[in-house]
Structure formats: C-alpha cells, structure tokens
C-alpha cells in the first residue's frame, strides 16, 4: 500500500509523571488510511501516547503534528484540535445520564454545532451500522459492555475525526464479546480511516493494522508490518513479550 | 429410573420441611421484635407516668383544651415559616453550586474567587447559625440606618426587614454546608467523564455544564434533602432577631400568655408534618438507588 500523506506525526516526544519516565523518545508517523497498532506490556506508554495525541496530556518535549500543523505548542486552541480527532477509551467513559443516542449527539451537537436534526441523522445512521438500531433511547447501563463499547465508537466517530484513536477498546470486555467490537474496528478500516489502536489482541493487530509498533520502556523499539512483526520478531524484548502473550493464550 | 418417583417425593418433603422452617423462623422473629417493643415501651411508659412530677407536666404540655384552642393559629403562622424556606432553599441551592463550582475550577483568571469561596465556606460553615442570624439581623441594619454628619445614610438601600437579613443569614450559613455537598459530589463525577467530554471536542465549560454538573446533581440529591429538613426546623431560629409570624413564635408568644407549653408541642407537630414526609422520602430514594 503506497502511503498516503501523513496525519500524524510523532517527533521526539517526551513525557515523565514525576521521575517516572513514560515516553522516551517517541517518533512515529501515520498516514492517511493506515492503522498502526501499538503493542507493549502494561506501562510501556501505549495509553499514555494515545493521550498525548488528544492533548489530554501536555507533553513534555518534542512535537506532535496533525496534517502537518505542530498541535503540542503551548499557543494552539487545544478544543479545536481534539474536535479533528475521535478517542475511544478502555472503559468506554459512556456519559451515565444521557442515553444512546444523547451520548451520540453531544459531540455533533455542542462540541461541533451542528444542528440538532442533522446531527440526529447521522447519529441513528452510525448506531445502525454498528448494529445498535432500536437502542438509542436506552441508558448506556442496560447495554452489554459490547454494545457500550460499539456506542463509544460511534461517538467517537460520528465527528468524522481525521484519526481515530482507540485505547486498548477490549480489555475491559467478557471474551464472548470482544469480537462485536473488533467488528466495528474493522469496520472502520474498510473505510480507510485512519486509526492508532494499543492493543492486546495480537490476532486483530494481525488482521486490522497496517503497521505494528512495540513499544518498551517508553520507547518504540520495533516496528514493521504485522506479519513479520509477530511471527518473526527481531529484538529479544519483543520476543519475550510474544511469548509471555502466547504462554497466556492471548496470542 | 425405579426409584424416581419416591426419590422426586422425598425431594417435595424436603422443600416443604424448609419452608415450613423459614415460615416458623420470621414468624419467631416477628413475635420476639412484637414482644420486645411492648416491654420497652411499658417500661418507659411506666417510669414517666408514675414519677412524681408527671402530673405537672400532663398540664402544663398535654391540654387538650389549650391545644384546641392555640393549634389553628399555630398552623396558619406555619405557612410563613414555609415560604421562608422555600426562598431561602433556592438561594442556597444557587450559592452552593456557584460556590462549589468556583472551588472546583481551575482557571488561574478565576483564582482570587476560588480562595474568596474558600474563605466563604470556610466561616460561614464554622460560625454557628444562630450567631450568623443575629450578626446579619443586627449587624445590617446598624450599617443601614448609620448617619454622616450631614445627615446622610449611604447604605440606607440596605434590607432592613428582620425577616429578609434572617432569610439572608440561613441562606449564607446552608449554602456554605449546600456548597460542600455539591463539591464532593462534582469530585466524585470520575475524571474519564470528563476526558471523554473533552475528548468529543467541548470545552471545560460544556464538559462542567452537560457532562459532570448533572451527573454530580443527581449524586447529591439524598444529602442535599437532608440539609433542607435541616434548614426547614431552622427557620425557628429567626425569631431570636424578632421575626414574628412563624409557627414557633407563635407558640412562645401563647405559652407566655397562656402560662402552658402546650403550643409548642403544636409547633413541634407542625414540624413534623414536613420533616417525616422528606425523612421517608429520602430512604426511598437511598434504597431505589442502592439497587440501581
């Protein structure tokens, strides 16, 4: 696949809580259409770097660009620049109060201003695709953690963001209905968006992205396409972190 | 499959010996929770009603004939105590939450605010009530009616209706309680709401106004009842700065003509009638949300 622009660029970025150094030195390039996953074991920063790209996290050194613009310096309209981008989290973080199809509508609608009836539009078209059509006046807490996880991608997307960044989407799901939402990542790949997703799921890093980064210690040690990167990884970190993955089923 | 059928039957007498065994069991609590109240209560029963000063205080408090008498005028001055806390609950739902919300924000532009509503609950919610409404119920008017030398008042637009500086005074002191309550309660909205809201492109504002305000409203209600059955017995306090018309004013001024404490027990019933109701309230509303 010839690449196409970049959308996001990683430049040296740094990032420490306290002492603790969690990115060291971070460069990665994604480009438009690609799906790069983020591999690592927990606290190699995966998280964390997805976090830093939303601006939900300042940065301590390097840059990070969207479509070419630096959005890590201190004078950007942070609002503006997470408007251009979709998050979905390990948790779903669904809105407790607000249905479906409210938790849908409140980016489209207050984030973005769009009018309501547009917004509702396309709302109730995103929910369908992700077969939830018949729940959008149901509180998020009388769905499975799938269909809550499914609403979250939906709202996330619904914006149109130019990236998608999807944090660790089914660690927190029964194994029964992890693969409902890798559906509707795949779906989204079929489409072309452009994803950065960490994952724990090595079989859909294998089937969805395009790139496979390992990340250890804060840094991306490893990156190459999936096929090679889990069957015949290079450096030892990688293969010991493969390993331990396969000895836990997971793989 | 021989010995099925008798094995299904032994299976039937079991289920029934055990139910039969639950039946007997709450029936045997009921009857000892039936025993114990009746002892407990004879007992107190007995005690009061053979001491030597019983009879003085069956007169003085329990006269039929004064309560016949004194009860109407009693409940008709209560409807003055609820208006007053009626306005005064909204205001103080209204500060609380400003008060909350300016110590809970982060904006530096807003920091000489947040330490003013720092200091504001800090002495409001450390002062006891009643100082704060004779403070306010003295204090202003003084600052009102103060002349110059030439004769002028400058503050003179100062209320000076002992019923509006008490209103004030409850409002200050509950909104400073009101206002801590809201504050645990918009700590206690968890952060990913707010990475979440943020994430879809609102800012801080929309993130506090449609995302963590009501989800911390909602949290609050059971505590937030608690304080207005608090706020309502207060209401009483106002007569210290000469408010008359409430339901307890009422009561001391018929006891002091009267020479009978029965009107105040008319007051305490008055009290009541709004107190048990929100109390009942309140536990239906913990219990549904416990199951939720």
Known sequence: MSPGKPVVEIRGVTKAFGELGVLRGIDLVVHEHEAVALIGASGSGKSTLLRCIDLLEDIDDGDILLDGEVITDPSVDTVAVRRRLGFVFQAYNLFPHLNVLDNVLLGLVQGHGMPRSEAETRARELLARFGLEGRERDNPDRLSGGQQQRVAIARAFATRPRAMLLDEVTSALDPELVGEVLQAVRDLKEEGVTMILATHEMGFAREVADRVCFLHEGRIIEEGPPERMLREPERPETQKFLRRLLEAGRA | ?292
Not at chain 2, 7 to 21: K, P, Q, V
Not at chain 2, 109 to 129: N, V
Not at chain 2, 152 to 168: C, F, H, K, M, Q
Not at chain 2, 232 to 240: C, G
Request: aromatic fraction near 8%.
């Open chain 2, 1 to 292: 499959m021989a010995d099925a059928a008798p094995l299904e039957g032994a299976a039937r007498d079991r289920r029934a010996e055990r139910a039969a065994a639950r039946r007997a069991r709450s029936l045997r609590g009921g009857a000892i929770a039936a025993t114990s109240t009746v002892v407990f209560l004879g007992v107190v029963a007995w005690l009061v009603f053979t001491s030597p000063g019983w009879p003085v205080v069956r007169d003085s408090f329990f006269d039929a004939e004064v309560f016949k008498e004194t009860f109407p005028d009693i409940a008709k001055s209560f409807w003055l105590d609820i208006r007053v806390f009626l306005v005064v609950e909204v205001a103080v739902l209204v500060i609380g939450l400003v008060v909350a919300l300016l110590r809970t924000v982060r904006a530096p532009a807003l920091f000489p605010l947040k330490l003013l509503a720092t200091i504001y609950t800090d002495l409001f919610r450390g002062i006891p009530t009643i100082l704060l409404v004779y403070l306010i119920g003295f204090g202003v008017p003084a600052l009102a009616l103060g002349e110059a030398e030439d004769g002028s008042r400058p503050l003179d637009w100062l209320p000076t209706e002992p019923v509006v500086l008490g209103g004030i005074a409850l409002a200050l002191s509950y909104g400073a309680y009101v206002a801590e309550v809201y504050r645990a309660g918009l700590n206690s909205v968890h952060r990913g709401q707010r990475d979440a809201a943020l994430a879809l492109g609102l800012t801080e504002t929309q993130a506090l106004r449609h995302v963590i305000v009501p989800q911390a409203v909602r949290r609050v209600g059971p505590p937030l009842l608690n304080d207005f059955i608090a706020l309502q017995k207060d209401v009483a306090l106002l007569a210290v700065i000469g408010v008359t018309g409430t339901a307890f004013r009422e009561a001391q001024i018929q006891t002091a003509t009267l020479f009978d404490y029965t009107p105040l027990l008319g007051a305490a019933l008055m009290y009541l009638l709004v107190t048990i109701p929100c109390a009942r309230l309140l536990d239906r509303w913990e219990r549904g949300r416990a199951r939720s």
